[in-house]
């Protein structure tokens, strides 16, 4: 067989620098990136960073028992893990436990208190018609009132924002003007409610689906306190929002606050419930096609449409702010449109809404009311200290296996070792700054079975080494030199390689898709690391195996390099035998 061509590119050997300058410039980006970001460590999860745990137990109403099964709490779950995941908390874990409890992790680092009050102690979310609107705002020293400017007729000029069915136009009275709203309309609300203080209450609560009369409305006692306690609120104060609507019951008017779209604080006083947001079937945040604004849409229940439609039959005839509905959502007022027509089954809400804005108003509608009730069984925390002592467990065990896979090859594999070893570190280096980057991403949080996951591929990715380097020695003990072994070894290797790390991708995509919680850290950091086996693999090893094959501390078979011939079982040097065959013949 003919030598092969001096200059001929080999096979197989492709243009090595290129992938070893293409995966250095990817890692310096990523690199890049994690300073740019701010974050240079890992986000952890609760069991490394610490945190706490929170056991809810469902109660259903009396009379409702059968209200406890799989469907509802699947539910409670979704809205429960929607609303805490809002507030910015990272690596919030919500699921079921047996048949009615649910479990609730709360990374530390994070809004804590204000997550606890929405894991679903007080989650309902109800329709109350508007008696009264005011600033919430602290009076300026020197002024009587907050609402001491303004005049009625410009309070009905600033509410712009309306409410109708189906394809009318719908607006939402905290969105509109906003130089209008605070102070001149808390002015006209004023007169109106002290003028007729009794019958408003009472036909507001006529149009709840429980038409029991409410002695609040009609005893002065009542009335009285009700307006103190409007008087007194200030909403700027977390404390003093969070207690004004506390033991109200649904049937009863209470005193509430919310913010309009320019971020000031607005007090309400609300009638009884009309709409339990449970008879909404369902809300979305759309564009409408006339407008180009931003609208949300809702669609009532059968028993909803009725009662909706019975309570906007009403306010529609109301001066402002009396023809509003507050969207009450844990006592916070989330919404509160203007009615200027009787609605029913579908309704929408349009303003001076944006696409972020439109949709968190439809995902509280959409998931504002729990069909349960909850109560907070215990309260655990993990310390930040314990967590540091698992995350020092987990780096002692990773350090202890990547040593022992070093030691492996060193002793097997000599110099080949240190293509291994520059390739595991390649790997490593690129899996810290994507779990770094994809913290703020995607909400990516590293927890206890996720370093288990990172621990496991350190074998997977050697055992890639190792598939290459052995196909590589089987093509010189077959009796090639080293240059063309690498060329006509890794196209079999590289099957092999892709095989397997198909496997194991495959099996951490099923781990993640069927379990829950922390176990899918496991799954998505063994099918990350996996990923990356094969890049670095494919862009790394193998390009800088082809570049060392031409040096002679491996091209010559040294007894160090770990490709001696010797050691093989095959006689070197090949060339020079095939050199001096021909030659006697010739001179014969």
Known sequence: MAAPKKGRRQPGQGRPGRALALILIALVALTGGMFLSGHTTPRLGIDLAGGTSITLQARSEPGQESAVNQTNMNTAVGIIERRVNGLGVSEAEVQTQGTDHIIVNIPKGTNEKQAREQVGTTAQLFFRPVLQLASGEPAPEGSPSPSASGSPDEAEQGDG??????????????????????????????????????????????????????????????????????????????EERTAAAEGTKPSEPMVGCGQNSAGQWEKYILGPAAVAGTEIDDASAVIDERTGQWIVTMDFSSKGADAFSKITSELKTQQPPMNQFGIVL??????????????????????????????????????????????????????????????????????????????????YYRGLSLIAIISLLMSAALTYTIMVLLGPAIGF????????????????????????????????????????????????????????????????????????????????????????????????????????????????????????????????????????????????
């Open 161 to 238: 924002d309306k409410a109708t069915e189906g394809g009318d136009k719908a607006t939402d009275g905290k969105s509109g003007e906003p130089e209008a709203t605070p102070t001149t309309q808390g002015r006209a609300a004023s007169g109106a409610l002290k003028a007729d203080a009794t019958p408003s209450p009472s036909a507001s609560a006529d149009g709840k689906a429980d038409p029991t009369p409410s002695p609040s409305a009609s005893e002065g006692g009542s009335d009285e306190a009700l307006m103190k306690k409007f008087e007194a609120l200030t909403c700027t104060d977390t």
């Open 330 to 411: 844990d006592g916070e007022v989330v919404s509160a449109p203007s009615v200027q027509t009787t609605l029913s089954k579908s309704a929408q809400i349009s303003g001076s809404f944006t696409q972020e804005s439109s949709q968190e108003l439809a995902n509280m509608l959409s998931y504002g009311a729990l069909p349960l009730s909850f109560v907070e069984e215990s309260v655990t925390s993990v310390t930040a200290a314990l967590g540091g002592e698992q995350l020092e467990a987990g780096l002692i065990a990773g350090g202890i296996g990547l040593i022992l896979v070093i030691v492996y090859l060193v002793v």
């Open 445 to 588: 949080a590293l927890n206890l079975p996720a370093v288990c996951g990172a621990i496991v591929a350190i074998g997977i990715t050697a055992d890639s080494f190792i598939v290459f380097f052995e196909r590589v020695r089987d093509e010189i003990r077959e009796g090639r030199s080293l240059q063309p072994a690498v060329a006509r070894g890794w196209p079999r290797a590289r099957r092999t390689i892709l095989v397997s790390d198909f496997v194991s991708f495959l099996s951490a995509a099923v781990l993640f898709v069927v379990t829950v919680g922390k176990v899918q850290g496991f799954a998505f950091t063994l099918g990350l690391t996996t990923l990356l086996d094969v890049v670095v693999v494919f862009f790394f090893t193998k390009p800088l195996l082809t570049i060392l094959a031409r040096k002679k501390f491996f091209a010559s078979g040294h007894p160090w390099s770990g490709l001696d011939p010797k050691r093989l079982g095959v006689k070197p040097p090949l060339r020079r035998a095939r050199r001096t065959v021909p030659a006697d013949p010739k001179e014969a």
